[in-house]
């Protein structure tokens, strides 16, 4: 249980970040198109549950990182729009350069031990 | 769609903020409206356009969740949620909700109204400042007069002598005070006011009392240490009770004299209404009066009489050690033994080095009916506690049966997501919700239950104060009742919710509520022989208490109980001197037995089974004197001539009291079969002369005139062989040679009118009344009551616990029935195509029931095998609350097991036979 638990905290932190770069690039979207966003980047690679998205959407929301408005979409769907706020994009850009650090240590990690295999 | 749409709208609907939901509920529509808009235009059908939506969306239950989540309190709004869910769920199935209230009910109402006694009876401090402070004399709680200079074991009482010893050595105290173990009988007159006296209850205090316990008086004052010196006004306090119920709390009792048995005593103030006094006890004091006014109220200066007759208890100062105390004060006790070495027998001076004494909390005051009633309460409370675990597993079984019936639902849940720790909080929290519920309704039973308790083990003399012991649930009960619901919840709770989690969506969603069958049938099975072996014991302890009930009342008295009636006076209240007493009986005697069909009249110290009765050594001329260790005690009576021929007591060699014994005549005493085989074994006893040591110092004072029949005249000891008993005439004054005067002049005050009527004749209590009224209308009379009565009066306690046990007993033989009717019809339902199949193959309808009804059977029987290790410890736990019965009776362990046999047989029985007369086609179309 608790372990299922971790799993899902660090793919939630990782879909937050996937969330802003979205909304960072292509400015206000509705949670659809982050959805089918992150699908086309990822491909199949990560297979999320639409769904899950909206939880995280919330907990953005609620830290200020974004904000949102019901608007018309492409079609004259009413649909609910987020946008980045200014808190997101330092957010952003912290979590970026966090990511970036472990991936380059995790990296290291994993060449150290090639070396020594050699 | 249009399902989960309303799913979606009823999930909303009971959350607290609907705006967000609501705001979830849009994006989640528009959401899967893009998708399917998108795969539509990618050619899918729209059937299969939606289906792939939705999968793609993934589980709507936990993705919503996980979305309240993070929203505002999410474990107050899920306890909200899920309170609301459950209470819902249970108003729809109103007949399992009612059931088991009511079945919790009983079991927490039980065992709340037995707590609630044991609270009042062993936990509850007195109502005085800092009880933790106090600290008592004694472990045990002793009554009445022991001797001075030696006791056994420990020295638990004292004189006042000695108490002053202790009071002015030991530093520890803040104050030591004093006062009466055994209590006094007043009989009380408002002076001027008409009327004959009342007797009430009260004692003897030092006038440091009150200040060391600690409380300040309602009105008036309390005593303080100037009102207990010799000579000072005679005062006394009242009980607040009193002042209340019977002088309306009028103002002017405080500073007015009242009559205590003919003296002028001067009330100066009201107890707080919290107060009832040193101990608790079934009549509690409405009079506390100083020490020293003890000789001038009761006429017999025990005051400076060596005997023991007073409790102590102190308040020790802040920082002393109680140890410390108790090791001083057994050098005190040392020191005043050996500064009275003169006055102590050779007996004394021989048990002087095992002379010791204790000191123990005495914050519950001393306590006689701890003692008393320590053993039942706990008898009880193990009996009321059987019935609770009981309960808890009938309610277990229903909630199993309950969760059966909702496994689709659950797998519903679970496939749509919900996570299983949120059902089992679902199920959970309905579980303890009916716990609560149950144990609120269980406060209700409690109340009425201790209530009737309380009326009928102490069945209240009018005019007098209660038992103070309040029905009404204190805070530790609620405590109680509290915890021991929220426990059942989660007992009777844990085992039927973890089974949800069981549930595999897929079997249960298959259709067949029968796929899964064995699951929840053992845990089932368990419960029911748990139940069964609880119950058993239940019914033995009941029926071996009943038997032992039964063995007391119809055991073989030695007297005659019909046609005898008893009149309770106490001529000393009316201000009686001991040299009139006897021209007093002899004119009650004539004035009684002129009623006509009254045929025999005698008067006695204490009738049979009066409840008390007075006891000491005795020394047999021409034996040697009796040593310490020597065990020379018989229990003895004063009585008037013909009381024998009036209790129906035959005498079975020599005479009994007469009319012959008078006061200058050679005394005389008739002793018992039990007295002659005690102290003169091989010898002829009649002619022989004994004494009794500590009154005179002979042992030449009575002449054996007589031998009477062993009859029980004690209270208590029932479940001992009659021991040794003696009987002097009220006419002898035992002045002895030396010219010490008597020695208990309290026993010429006889209490106890035996009337005797003639066969067919009744006597009508004013008839009664007005006999005594012309002899002298002061003559208190407490109380007139049939011998019968009486009898049957000293086993109140021991009926009431049998019948309580009783009562338990038969409810968990229901509860117990009902579980395994439960179980059975369960399993006979899931069998319909097994015996279907086997009717159709040629079984007969007998072997079919069979079949159902030996599977019962087993269960019973494994329950009876888990139940007689238990109920033979139950037996030696009951032990001594048997008076005599082997606590392994046989008969009565047998009628247990056939009881529970036979219900169970019955029980399972009738959906045997349900099962059975199902038509083989029938039963196999419904499969």
Redesign the interface.
């Given at each position: 249980?608790s372990e299922a638990k971790e799993k899902k905290d660090v793919l939630q932190g990782t879909l937050a970040l996937m969330v802003l770069k979205t909304l960072d690039v292509l400015g206000p979207l509705?949670?659809?198109g982050i959805?089918r966003r992150i699908e086309q980047i990822s491909g199949d690679l990560l297979a999320v549950?639409?769904?899950?998205l909206?939880?995280v959407l919330?907990?953005l929301e609620?830290e200020g990182s974004i904000a949102s408005e019901w608007g018309a979409?492409e079609?004259k769907?009413?649909?609910?729009f987020y946008r980045l706020t200014q808190v997101g994009r330092r957010q952003l850009q912290t979590e970026k350069h966090d990511w970036d650090q472990t991936a380059a240590i995790i990296a290291r990690f994993f060449a150290v031990r090639a070396e020594e295999l050699k | 769609m249009k399902t989960l749409r309303r799913f979606v709208r009823r999930l909303t609907s009971w959350t607290r903020t609907h705006r967000d939901e609501e705001r979830l509920r849009r994006e989640i529509e528009e959401h899967l409206a893009f998708q399917i808009e998108d795969n539509l235009r990618a050619g899918l059908p729209p059937d299969e356009a939606r289906r792939q939506a939705m999968l793609k969306f993934g589980g709507m239950e936990a993705m919503k969740e996980d979305y309240r989540d993070r929203r505002g309190l999410p474990a107050l709004e899920t306890l909200l949620q899920d309170t609301r869910y459950a209470l819902r769920r249970l108003r729809n199935s109103p007949a399992f909700a009612v059931t088991v209230l009511l079945t919790l009910a009983l079991g927490i109402g039980a065992t709340t109204s037995i707590f609630t006694l044991v609270q009042a009876v062993l936990l509850k401090s007195l109502a005085v400042a800092n009880p933790a402070e106090l600290y008592r004399l004694g472990t045990e709680a002793r009554c009445c007069y022991w001797p001075a200079y030696s006791q056994d074991k420990e020295f638990s009482i004292v004189s006042y002598d000695l108490y002053k010893h202790f009071r002015d050595n030991t530093q520890g105290f803040a104050e030591l005070a004093a006062f009466q173990a055994g209590g006094a009988l007043f009989g009380v007159r408002r002076s001027g006011a008409q009327g004959s006296a009342q007797s009430f209850p009260g004692e003897f205090v030092s006038g440091n009392y009150f200040t060391m316990f600690g409380i300040k008086a309602y009105a008036g004052r309390l005593l303080n240490p100037s009102d207990d010196r010799p000579g000072a006004p005679p005062v006394a306090v009242m009980s607040y009770r009193l002042w209340r119920e019977r002088y309306g709390e009028d103002p002017s009792i405080v500073g007015s004299v009242f009559n205590f048995d003919q003296k002028p005593v001067i009330v100066v103030g009201i107890a707080p209404p919290a107060f009832f006094g040193d101990k608790l006890s079934a009549i509690p004091r409405d009079f506390f009066l100083p020490l020293n006014t003890e000789p001038i109220v009761e006429g017999d200066d025990d005051l400076n009489q060596p005997e023991s007759w007073l409790d102590l208890m102190g308040r020790i100062r802040p920082g002393a050690k109680p140890g410390s105390i108790e090791a001083q004060m057994r050098v005190e006790l040392k020191q005043w033994l050996r500064s009275h070495w003169g006055d102590m027998s050779a007996n004394d001076r021989a048990r002087f080095p095992e002379q010791t004494l204790f000191l123990r909390p005495g914050g519950a005051g001393i306590s006689s009916m701890r003692d008393q009633y320590e053993h039942w309460l706990y008898i009880l409370m193990m009996v009321s506690g059987f019935v609770l675990l009981i309960v808890c597993a009938n309610v277990a079984n229903l909630m199993l049966v309950r969760g059966m019936e909702r496994r689709r639902q659950i797998s519903l849940s679970m496939a749509l997501g919900a996570r299983a720790g949120r059902l089992v909080r679902q199920a959970l929290t309905e579980s303890i919700l009916l716990g609560i519920g149950g144990g609120a309704a269980g406060l209700a039973i409690a109340f009425a239950g201790t209530r009737l308790i309380l009326d009928l083990a102490f069945p209240r003399v009018p005019g007098l104060g209660g038992v103070p012991i309040s029905a009404s649930p204190s805070l530790p009960v609620l405590a109680f009742a509290f915890s021991v619901s929220l426990l059942t919840g989660i007992a009777f709770g844990i085992g039927p919710a973890w089974m949800t989690t069981r549930v595999d969506p897929i079997e249960a969603l298959r259709g067949a509520g029968r796929s899964t069958a064995r699951t929840g049938s053992l845990p089932r099975k368990t419960l029911v022989v748990l139940q069964a072996a609880l119950c058993m014991v239940l019914l033995t302890a009941s029926g071996l208490l009943t038997a032992a009930l039964r063995n007391l009342e119809n055991q073989k008295f030695g007297f005659a109980q019909d046609r005898r009636t008893i009149v309770s006076i106490d001529p000393r209240l009316a201000g009686y001197q001991l040299g009139q007493l006897t021209l007093l009986y002899n004119r009650i005697h004539d004035s009684l037995s002129s009623i006509s069909g009254v045929s025999a009249v005698a008067v006695a110290m204490y009738s049979p089974l009066n409840g008390n009765n007075w006891g000491g050594g005795v020394w047999v001329y021409g034996h040697p004197a009796p040593g310490p260790r020597d065990d020379n005690f018989a229990f003895w009576d004063r009585v008037t001539p013909g009381f024998f021929d009036a209790v129906g007591n035959p005498i079975l060699r020599g005479r009994g009291i007469s009319e012959r014994d008078t006061m200058n005549s050679q005394h005389v005493a008739v002793i018992n079969e039990a007295f002659a085989r005690k102290f003169f074994k091989n010898e002829d006893p009649i002619g022989r002369y004994f004494g009794r040591p500590g009154a005179s110092p002979g042992s030449h004072d009575y002449e054996v005139v007589g031998i009477a029949q062993d009859a029980r005249y004690l209270a208590f000891d029932f479940d001992k062989p009659i021991g040794a008993f003696f009987f002097l005439p009220a006419a002898q004054y035992d002045i002895f040679n030396n010219g010490q005067t008597e020695p208990d002049p309290g026993s010429h005050f006889l209490h106890d009118i035996v009337v005797v009527t003639a066969p067919g004749a009744s006597l009508s209590l004013p008839q009664i009344r007005q006999a005594l009224a012309s002899v002298d209308p002061r003559l208190p009379i407490f109380s007139i009551e049939s011998l019968k009565d009486q009898v049957s009066g000293q086993f109140t306690q021991q009926r009431l616990i049998a019948r309580l046990t009783s009562f338990f007993g038969l409810l968990s033989l229901a509860l117990a029935s009902f579980g395994l009717y439960g179980v059975t019809a369960y399993n006979a339902g899931r069998r319909t195509t097994e015996i279907g199949v086997r009717l159709a193959l040629g079984a007969s309808r007998m072997q079919a029931a069979g079949l159902i009804v030996r599977g019962a059977l087993v269960l019973v029987a494994a329950g009876l095998a888990a139940g007689l290790p238990l109920t033979l410890l139950a037996g030696r736990f009951l032990g001594s609350q048997l008076y005599g019965l082997n606590p392994y009776n046989s008969v009565v362990i047998m009628t247990a097991v056939l009881t529970l046999g036979l219900s169970a047989f019955i029980a399972a029985l009738i959906p045997a036979r349900r099962a059975s007369s199902i038509s083989p086609s029938q039963a196999l179309r419904s499969e």
């Open positions: 249980m509705h949670g659809y959805a549950n639409q769904g899950t909206y939880p919330l907990k609620q979409s079609n769907r009413k649909a609910r | -």
